[in-house]
């Protein structure tokens, strides 16, 4: 699976009208419509918020016309999401009329256009199984498991010095399992492995 690289925003005009493009990675309908409110903050003035976005949980999408002609604006933004193959992404399209008249072909075009350069300028990552874990050991072990960490990748979140020391990071699922038997291997015994929680993480 993947998603948008970074979030990203382009411009276009087509016949004096000006499109703004803005491509977001959500991972709920609430950050979908979050980033939405901002676009329409950032852009008080304009004529259309038009969007579209696809989500991972439960295969939702969702897109609006936001007052354009019904079909001409929000499914073309869909259909650029979808041809490109990326869920948990969101794309708003703004337009500022320029006095002409596009048509309905028109508009289809403007956004689709407007819509395929943000996906392009935004570039993609994979959405991978990511696992949080919890580690508690011995300071004579301490310089032994960061370095062991640092060579599997792991992001390190949270440590805890006290009698012993206890430590939250984050590995990509499958380095996890490799992970996990090296330090069973290596510290068994003196170092604990507990999972905390296992989830889907864009991955750079």
């Not at 933004?77 to 794309?91: F, Q, R, T």
């Not at 993609?124 to 301490?142: P, S």
Request: glycine share 8%.
């Amino acid at each position: 699976m993947f998603t948008f690289g970074e979030n990203v925003s382009v411009q276009i005009t087509e016949k004096k009208s000006v499109f703004y493009a803005d491509a977001f990675y959500v991972r709920s309908e609430d950050e979908a419509l979050s980033v939405l409110d901002s676009v329409r903050n950032k852009y008080p003035d304009a004529t259309h918020h038009v969007y579209a976005y696809s989500l991972r949980d439960r295969g939702i999408k969702r897109f609006s016309d936001a007052g354009e002609p019904s079909g001409t604006a929000g499914m073309p933004v869909l259909k650029v999401i979808e041809y490109n193959g990326l869920v948990d992404a969101c794309v708003v399209v703004t337009r500022y009329f320029g006095g002409i008249l596009l048509g309905a072909g028109g508009l289809v075009r403007a956004y689709t256009k407007a819509a395929a350069e943000a996906v392009e300028a935004a570039g993609r990552a994979e959405i991978k199984e990511t696992v949080k874990f919890f580690l508690e050991y011995g300071y004579d072990l301490h310089n032994q498991v960061l370095r062991m960490l640092d060579d599997y990748g792991a992001k390190t979140e949270k440590k805890d010095f006290t009698d012993k020391i206890y430590l939250e990071s984050s590995l990509e699922a499958g380095v996890f399992e490799k992970f996990a038997g090296d330090l069973e291997n290596r510290y068994y015994g003196c170092v604990f492995l507990q999972i905390i929680e296992r989830f889907m993480s864009r991955q750079m």
